[in-house]
């Protein structure tokens, strides 16, 4: 986020650091080390991506939540992601625009850096929203313990065909245990991490449970969202909007 008209802003934020391809410094083997004159380059583009977003006004970003709520569509969660690295200023900043938006959570990664996720849970809690922590195949039973442990203002954005793809285990009992701390969740369609064609694939053609996942939701009226997230290889003679409607109808089927 945050180069010109990209997610981190809207068109006239100045070029993120290494913003071009591969970012400064990145050679066909790697990420080779940045000389001093890069490591300036990188942090004056840094401090002028920080001062743009600390005087940008938010009537771009109301405007962008008009058109999406005009057109039927609520958002409810903004990833441009927090840096343990970041002033409270930035951080109100990210915060600003996700109200602005209309997004009662911000999104990121989760962290293994307690203070970092005490101090950003803390700071979603006093503007009355929340962090919502998401995962890969790294997601467990027990992964965000620590971080809901550490603020009221954490949470849990729960990636379904991750977290079976990793544990090879319904999220279910953990949609159950933690369904009062989960902000938001992913839905897609894969079967465990090791199998052959265990990508991600057509929803119905992979092993996650999503009938039982909206079943649960519908049978305890759970209100926090659950969305597509369309990331199986488009099959051949289809597109992204046909396939989108097949999943929509898969969970209208579910639910029925």
């Known amino acids: 986020g945050g180069q010109r008209g990209g997610p981190g802003g809207p068109p006239g934020a100045p070029a993120a650091p290494g913003a071009g391809p591969g970012g400064p410094g990145r050679g066909r083997g790697g990420r080779a080390p940045l000389t001093p004159e890069q490591q300036a380059a990188q942090q004056k583009a840094a401090e002028e991506l920080k001062q743009w977003r600390l005087s940008v006004s938010m009537d771009k970003y109301k405007e962008f939540r008009k058109m999406y709520n005009d057109a039927g569509v609520s958002i409810y969660a903004y990833k441009l992601e927090p840096r343990p690295t970041m002033s409270d200023e930035e951080y109100d900043y990210i915060f600003n625009v996700a109200q602005a938006l209309g997004a009662n959570q911000v999104t990121l990664e989760l962290s293994t850096d307690e203070a970092f996720l005490k101090r950003l849970g803390d700071f979603a809690a006093r503007r009355h929203m929340l962090v919502a922590y998401h995962a890969h195949t790294q997601a467990s039973m027990t992964a965000w313990d620590r971080a809901l442990e550490l603020s009221k203002g954490n ?8 977290y079976f793809a990793g544990t090879g ?14 902000a938001s969740m992913h839905l897609k369609d894969r079967r465990k991490q090791g199998t052959p064609g265990g990508d991600n694939l057509p929803w119905g053609k992979g092993d996650t449970p999503i009938r039982e996942i909206l079943q649960t939701m519908k049978t305890n009226k759970y209100t926090f969202p659950a969305s597509i997230e369309y990331e199986y290889q488009t099959p051949e003679g289809s597109d992204v909007i046909t396939e989108m409607k097949k999943c929509v109808q898969f969970c209208k089927d579910a639910l029925s």
């Open 169 to 182: 285990e319904s999220p279910v009992p953990l949609i159950l245990k933690r369904h009062d701390r989960i």
């Open 155 to 162: 949470a849990i954005n729960l990636d379904c065909g991750h």
